[in-house]
């Protein structure tokens, strides 16, 4: 039976209490509603008003701008992939880019805004391509896939190659790049191939596990997230979504009661206990310390396995998998071995991903070394003292521990990086990271029973350090502008920057990053940023268009946005270059005060060329930036549609409507189209998700309307901005009065997944208060109505449940009547909420009314 609780327990040796709901009381929040359960309906009506939604826009216009190096070939276009908030309320949007409608691996950018909406930095992985990469393979994707399957031992599967262009390495190449699992050497392994699909050779690979050289066993008694009732439990952590633990099938453990576990190292229960108590507190170590939210940055985590057969621990990309230790005595499960494991999936899940190269896996072992020793330092728990060495619980091979920080070389890996690093098994080239890490939360010489930690030859006589949960920022802060390509150069210049934008240039922090990577032989690179005096005048510079088309004789214009980013406003000089023969291009004024903007006008004589011309706009200032815009002269050869499917549609005011934005490539390549609403009702606001996308994808259009939003029929204008030309479809909104009636209706459909929460507003503009009961109508698409918790918001806040989960069988929802007894207000929101608290059955939340 399908039986789900709500609350974490208490587990260990002895039996917890069973937690007694009592029926259908009123509760000032429902059960368990954090905000990471919030619904993407509910993210999508309010994304006008959210700073990740202004994070977003922000960055999107610094990417049609070609801002700095953000510039892009004639043939490429970048995609919004997410955005992540980080520490100090910066937030770090990622790209990713394609060549002629290929994605490119190793083409990722990542731009860095704050609160304020202003770009506080660009990095991209690669510059514009030539557009000379081949798109069309010479061998099939059969014969890639017989290639790819030879960096295997054994093959168990393989996905369809996808064909992409290559940009790691000494040229771009078109290739097919398929995933192949199975075995290699004995041990598990997941390969992305890439395989030339001009010559058929491997151009690069990389492994998607990561594994870790390395109940409460570990921490007896302790307090997990569970969920169930009654005599039905799973080792499901519902608060915190996709954290699960369980065998090697992949499901949860389950019992009848909330007590888990032995406390004997052999018994897999008993390790779940200490992997859930371990990736727990490293969810919260994240929430509390580096401002993620959940494993993956936006709200989510991944399942943990137990019982592998192996003296080993892995990552795959999809779960993390423990196994014991060689006298087969313990588990892999301590807290740095888990949070080490899981530290990969933070690296894959910031920008740039797994990343390819012995350099840059040792620097992702290495972030697995750091999120695992953070993890341990934030629990502080008693049996497992934290310090700087990985996996010495354990003890996997009967030799101590895995890996050394303070002191790498201890058990023979690097403490310093040379030109060696990227030849060295990544375990070991994670030693100048670890190294890095220790010197600086630590420092060389912490004193008080902390080892001394040596320093490289040419570094500093010594540093100081500036304390774990700093460093670790730091650390999270370089991640988030992460690119595929890391190497430990870039990584230096990553902290540095997060340094600066966490606690200013004239800092101690700042001046600390540095000096502990020029301890491990990792010099200041071009363009690091300056410490030890205060942030100089800077700006940033946009164009409002990227793109244009005149014929002879016409003028087309965009206008030229400059913003103060640090210190204080400049004059901001502005010049052309690129500008072909037979255009003449002009600025009015032709320099600002950086806040201020100015119209870029170029005039077409009859003289010049048809063709595609790329004019880089430059504000030479105390610092130079620059934009990038892509004059068409003459008819386009790339262009694209743009439809609304349905075009029309009708709600009750204070309701919202959908509809899907469709693109199609109409000729040439693909290009990037971005996506905006005008015409919009009084009250009303729009939201795209996504708000970019390849000419050829979709888009999902939301239209909220307030309460208040007047009666009537309105157009609103969707325009899609590409790099080529701007297309427009219209949408026809009717929005029905209330008409003082007390009968309110949301029609929008909720997808509702496995362990996931829904909410469904509805504005009511009734008068007095509401009439007790309150009378609902729920219509839900799902095959197992008891697998559903509903519940009831007033416009005061106050919960009440509506309808609980439990029963003995299941049975399809349909449509069900409820009154619900409430003292409420009638005006305002009321607010639906439904949750499916089991696996197994999906659907939708058709629509609900509440008559008040």
């Given at each position: 039976?399908?039986?789900?609780?709500?609350?974490?327990?208490?587990?260990?040796?002895?039996?917890?209490?069973?937690?007694?709901?009592?029926?259908?009381?009123?509760?000032?929040?429902?059960?368990?509603?954090?905000?990471?359960?919030?619904?993407?309906?509910?993210?999508?009506?309010?994304?006008?008003?959210?700073?990740?939604?202004?994070?977003?826009?922000?960055?999107?216009?610094?990417?049609?701008?070609?801002?700095?190096?953000?510039?892009?070939?004639?043939?490429?276009?970048?995609?919004?992939?997410?955005?992540?908030?980080?520490?100090?309320?910066?937030?770090?949007?990622?790209?990713?880019?394609?060549?002629?409608?290929?994605?490119?691996?190793?083409?990722?950018?990542?731009?860095?805004?704050?609160?304020?909406?202003?770009?506080?930095?660009?990095?991209?992985?690669?510059?514009?391509?030539?557009?000379?990469?081949?798109?069309?393979?010479?061998?099939?994707?059969?014969?890639?896939?017989?290639?790819?399957?030879?960096?295997?031992?054994?093959?168990?599967?393989?996905?369809?190659?996808?064909?992409?262009?290559?940009?790691?390495?000494?040229?771009?190449?078109?290739?097919?790049?398929?995933?192949?699992?199975?075995?290699?050497?004995?041990?598990?392994?997941?390969?992305?191939?890439?395989?030339?699909?001009?010559?058929?050779?491997?151009?690069?690979?990389?492994?998607?596990?990561?594994?870790?050289?390395?109940?409460?066993?570990?921490?007896?008694?302790?307090?997990?997230?569970?969920?169930?009732?009654?005599?039905?439990?799973?080792?499901?952590?519902?608060?915190?979504?996709?954290?699960?633990?369980?065998?090697?099938?992949?499901?949860?453990?389950?019992?009848?009661?909330?007590?888990?576990?032995?406390?004997?190292?052999?018994?897999?229960?008993?390790?779940?206990?200490?992997?859930?108590?371990?990736?727990?507190?490293?969810?919260?170590?994240?929430?509390?310390?580096?401002?993620?939210?959940g494993i993956d940055g936006n709200g989510n985590g991944f399942p943990a396995r137990v019982g592998l057969a192996d003296v080993n621990a892995y990552w795959n990309g999809s779960y993390t998998n423990f196994g014991h230790?060689?006298?087969?005595?313990?588990?892999?499960?301590?807290?740095?071995?888990?949070?080490?494991?899981?530290?990969?999936?933070?690296?894959?899940?910031?920008?740039?991903?797994?990343?390819?190269?012995?350099?840059?896996?040792?620097?992702?072992?290495?972030?697995?070394?750091?999120?695992?020793?953070?993890?341990?330092?934030?629990?502080?728990?008693?049996?497992?003292?934290?310090?700087?060495?990985?996996?010495?619980?354990?003890?996997?091979?009967?030799?101590?521990?895995?890996?050394?920080?303070?002191?790498?070389?201890?058990?023979?890996?690097?403490?310093?990086?040379?030109?060696?690093?990227?030849?060295?098994?990544?375990?070991?080239?994670?030693?100048?990271?670890?190294?890095?890490?220790?010197?600086?939360?630590?420092?060389?010489?912490?004193?008080?029973?902390?080892?001394?930690?040596?320093?490289?030859?040419?570094?500093?006589?010594?540093?100081?350090?500036?304390?774990?949960?700093?460093?670790?920022?730091?650390?999270?802060?370089?991640?988030?502008?992460?690119?595929?390509?890391?190497?430990?150069?870039?990584?230096?210049?990553?902290?540095?920057?997060?340094?600066?934008?966490?606690?200013?240039?004239?800092?101690?922090?700042?001046?600390?990053?540095?000096?502990?990577?020029?301890?491990?032989?990792?010099?200041?690179?071009?363009?690091?940023?300056?410490?030890?005096?205060?942030?100089?005048?800077?700006?940033?510079?946009?164009?409002?268009?990227?793109?244009?088309?005149?014929?002879?004789?016409?003028?087309?214009?965009?206008?030229?946005?400059?913003?103060?980013?640090?210190?204080?406003?400049?004059?901001?000089?502005?010049?052309?270059?690129?500008?072909?023969?037979?255009?003449?291009?002009?600025?009015?004024?032709?320099?600002?005060?950086?806040?201020?903007?100015?119209?870029?006008?170029?005039?077409?004589?009859?003289?010049?060329?048809?063709?595609?011309?790329?004019?880089?706009?430059?504000?030479?200032?105390?610092?130079?930036?620059?934009?990038?815009?892509?004059?068409?002269?003459?008819?386009?050869?790339?262009?694209?549609?743009?439809?609304?499917?349905?075009?029309?549609?009708?709600?009750?005011?204070?309701?919202?409507?959908?509809?899907?934005?469709?693109?199609?490539?109409?000729?040439?390549?693909?290009?990037?189209?971005?996506?905006?609403?005008?015409?919009?009702?009084?009250?009303?606001?729009?939201?795209?998700?996504?708000?970019?996308?390849?000419?050829?994808?979709?888009?999902?259009?939301?239209?909220?309307?307030?309460?208040?939003?007047?009666?009537?029929?309105?157009?609103?204008?969707?325009?899609?901005?590409?790099?080529?030309?701007?297309?427009?479809?219209?949408?026809?909104?009717?929005?029905?009065?209330?008409?003082?009636?007390?009968?309110?209706?949301?029609?929008?459909?909720?997808?509702?997944?496995?362990?996931?929460?829904?909410?469904?507003?509805?504005?009511?503009?009734?008068?007095?208060?509401?009439?007790?009961?309150?009378?609902?109508?729920?219509?839900?698409?799902?095959?197992?109505?008891?697998?559903?918790?509903?519940?009831?918001?007033?416009?005061?806040?106050?919960?009440?449940?509506?309808?609980?989960?439990?029963?003995?069988?299941?049975?399809?929802?349909?449509?069900?009547?409820?009154?619900?007894?409430?003292?409420?207000?009638?005006?305002?929101?009321?607010?639906?909420?439904?949750?499916?608290?089991?696996?197994?059955?999906?659907?939708?939340?058709?629509?609900?009314?509440?008559?008040?």
């Amino acid at each position: 039976m399908k039986r789900k609780g709500l609350a974490a327990a208490t587990v260990g040796l002895a039996t917890a209490a069973a937690m007694v709901l009592s029926a259908l009381p009123a509760y000032a929040a429902p059960p368990g509603a954090t905000p990471a359960r919030q619904s993407s309906g509910t993210q999508a009506r309010t994304a006008a008003a959210d700073p990740e939604s202004r994070a977003a826009a922000v960055a999107d216009q610094a990417v049609s701008s070609g801002m700095d190096n953000l510039v892009k070939g004639p043939d490429e276009a970048y995609r919004r992939l997410k955005v992540v908030r980080g520490a100090g309320d910066m937030f770090f949007v990622s790209y990713e880019r394609t060549y002629k409608g290929l994605p490119m691996v190793g083409g990722d950018a990542v731009v860095v805004t704050d609160s304020a909406g202003r770009v506080r930095d660009t990095v991209a992985e690669s510059g514009p391509s030539r557009g000379d990469v081949p798109t069309t393979p010479e061998i099939d994707a059969a014969r890639a896939t017989e290639v790819a399957k030879t960096r295997l031992s054994r093959v168990d599967d393989s996905a369809a190659p996808r064909l992409v262009v290559l940009t790691w390495g000494d040229k771009r190449r078109l290739t097919w790049e398929t995933v192949v699992s199975g075995l290699k050497d004995g041990r598990p392994s997941i390969q992305h191939v890439f395989v030339d699909a001009r010559t058929g050779e491997i151009a690069d690979s990389y492994d998607q596990v990561r594994e870790g050289s390395g109940n409460g066993y570990y921490y007896g008694q302790v307090t997990i997230g569970t969920s169930g009732s009654g005599s039905s439990y799973s080792m499901t952590d519902t608060t915190r979504p996709g954290i699960k633990c369980g065998g090697q099938n992949g499901s949860a453990y389950t019992g009848t009661d909330d007590a888990w576990g032995n406390g004997q190292g052999t018994n897999l229960e008993t390790a779940c206990v200490d992997a859930l108590y371990a990736v727990q507190r490293e969810w919260d170590m994240l929430r509390d310390w580096l401002g993620r939210n959940g494993i993956d940055g936006n709200g989510n985590g991944f399942p943990a396995r137990v019982g592998l057969a192996d003296v080993n621990a892995y990552w795959n990309g999809s779960y993390t998998n423990f196994g014991h230790n060689q006298a087969n005595t313990r588990q892999a499960t301590p807290i740095d071995v888990v949070a080490h494991e899981f530290g990969h999936a933070i690296f894959q899940t910031t920008p740039g991903g797994a990343g390819s190269g012995n350099e840059n896996g040792g620097i992702n072992e290495g972030t697995g070394d750091v999120f695992g020793v953070i993890t341990e330092h934030y629990a502080n728990n008693p049996n497992d003292p934290p310090d700087y060495l990985v996996g010495e619980e354990v003890d996997l091979v009967g030799d101590g521990p895995i890996r050394n920080m303070y002191n790498p070389s201890a058990l023979g890996d690097p403490n310093c990086w040379s030109t060696s690093i990227p030849s060295t098994e990544v375990h070991s080239a994670a030693g100048p990271l670890n190294h890095w890490f220790y010197l600086l939360a630590e420092g060389s010489n912490p004193g008080g029973g902390k080892p001394s930690s040596p320093i490289c030859s040419g570094g500093p006589s010594s540093v100081t350090g500036i304390g774990i949960e700093k460093a670790g920022k730091i650390f999270m802060g370089a991640l988030n502008r992460k690119t595929s390509s890391w190497r430990y150069a870039t990584v230096r210049s990553a902290a540095v920057a997060a340094a600066v934008e966490l606690f200013g240039a004239n800092s101690v922090e700042c001046n600390t990053t540095k000096a502990s990577f020029s301890a491990i032989a990792v010099p200041a690179q071009s363009g690091e940023a300056a410490c030890g005096s205060t942030p100089g005048n800077d700006f940033s510079l946009t164009l409002s268009s990227s793109s244009g088309t005149a014929q002879p004789g016409q003028q087309v214009t965009t206008t030229v946005a400059t913003q103060t980013t640090s210190g204080s406003a400049q004059t901001v000089n502005l010049t052309a270059t690129g500008v072909p023969s037979g255009v003449t291009a002009s600025f009015n004024p032709s320099s600002v005060t950086s806040g201020n903007s100015s119209t870029l006008t170029l005039s077409v004589g009859s003289s010049a060329a048809q063709g595609s011309y790329r004019i880089t706009v430059t504000g030479t200032g105390s610092a130079t930036h620059t934009a990038v815009y892509t004059l068409q002269v003459g008819t386009s050869t790339r262009d694209f549609s743009i439809s609304a499917n349905p075009g029309s549609g009708t709600v009750q005011a204070g309701s919202a409507a959908t509809t899907t934005i469709g693109t199609t490539t109409t000729a040439g390549t693909a290009q990037a189209v971005n996506l905006s609403a005008t015409g919009l009702p009084t009250g009303a606001s729009a939201a795209f998700n996504p708000a970019s996308v390849t000419s050829g994808g979709s888009s999902t259009l939301t239209i909220t309307t307030a309460p208040t939003t007047p009666a009537g029929s309105y157009t609103v204008t969707v325009t899609g901005t590409g790099e080529t030309a701007s297309r427009t479809v219209t949408y026809a909104l009717t929005v029905q009065g209330t008409s003082g009636g007390r009968t309110f209706t949301n029609g929008t459909n909720y997808t509702i997944s496995d362990y996931s929460t829904v909410q469904s507003p509805i504005s009511s503009t009734a008068t007095g208060t509401a009439t007790s009961p309150v009378k609902l109508s729920v219509t839900i698409s799902h095959t197992c109505a008891e697998d559903l918790d509903i519940w009831l918001r007033g416009p005061s806040g106050q919960w009440y449940a509506v309808d609980r989960y439990g029963g003995t069988s299941c049975t399809s929802y349909g449509t069900r009547t409820y009154t619900v007894p409430v003292s409420q207000q009638a005006a305002g929101t009321w607010t639906l909420e439904v949750t499916d608290e089991y696996l197994g059955d999906t659907g939708f939340l058709d629509s609900w009314s509440i008559t008040v």
